[in-house]
């Protein structure tokens, strides 16, 4: 494949890894229950993961599926944690001024957590962008449909778990929309599945 072909799948990656990475951030900073909500729901793993699948599953081959799934999520990471810093995220205090009013920019622990998960990014990146594309052209395509909503199911359950005690908040509510949403496309992608298998059997031919 020609550098020239190339160019769209790059971009169309790195455009979707920076909305993803940067907008979390972005919104969390703009106040107000909506944008905390949104700001949580894309700052989620299983949003990341989904980020990746579906690069992959719009690419036309494996190789392609799983260069833009690796460059979608590592630009996301990149993007969210070069936000986060412009926020001040990774200011910390000058031990050396008694008065505790000077910082100075941490680059040590930007570098380490930004490390961290782009390793994790240029690691799963790859797997995710194949099993967008084997939801979409494999011969089984069932199970890696099935990858994202249980994802989303897991996390958003494991989080509402942990916040059971706390009052209902936009973010909360998120959480639920998504876990319920989860469900509902879990059942819809099985029902959808029985029912072509079931098209797919032969049928009795009825005798006159």
Do not use: N
Not at 68 to 74: E, M, N, P, Q
Not at 167 to 188: F, H, K, M, Q, Y
Request: proline residues 4%; aromatic residues 10%.
């Amino acid at each position: 494949m020609s550098t020239v072909q190339l160019l769209p799948v790059i971009s169309s990656a790195v455009i979707a890894g920076a909305v993803v990475g940067a907008g979390g951030p972005l919104l969390d900073a703009a106040g107000g229950g909506f944008s905390y909500a949104l700001a949580a729901i894309l700052s989620a793993g299983w949003c990341y993961a989904a980020l990746a699948f579906c690069v992959g599953m719009v690419d036309t081959t494996k190789l392609r599926a799983a260069g833009g799934g690796a460059v979608s999520l590592t630009v996301a990471v990149l993007a969210y944690y070069i936000t986060k810093a412009t926020q001040g995220d990774f200011a910390a205090a000058d031990l050396t001024d008694t008065t505790g009013q000077t910082t100075y920019f941490s680059w040590g622990e930007f570098a380490s957590m930004t490390s961290l998960w782009g390793v994790v990014a240029l690691v799963l990146g790859p797997l995710l962008g194949l099993a967008g594309w084997m939801a979409r052209r494999g011969r089984v395509c069932l199970p890696f449909q099935l990858l994202i909503p249980v994802i989303a199911l897991a996390e958003t359950t494991m989080r509402l778990h942990v916040e059971a005690s706390s009052p209902s908040t936009p973010v909360v509510t998120a959480w639920e929309v998504v876990r319920t949403a989860a469900v509902v496309l879990i059942g819809v992608l099985l029902a959808y599945a029985a029912w072509t298998k079931w098209r797919s059997q032969p049928r009795a031919q009825v005798r006159g």
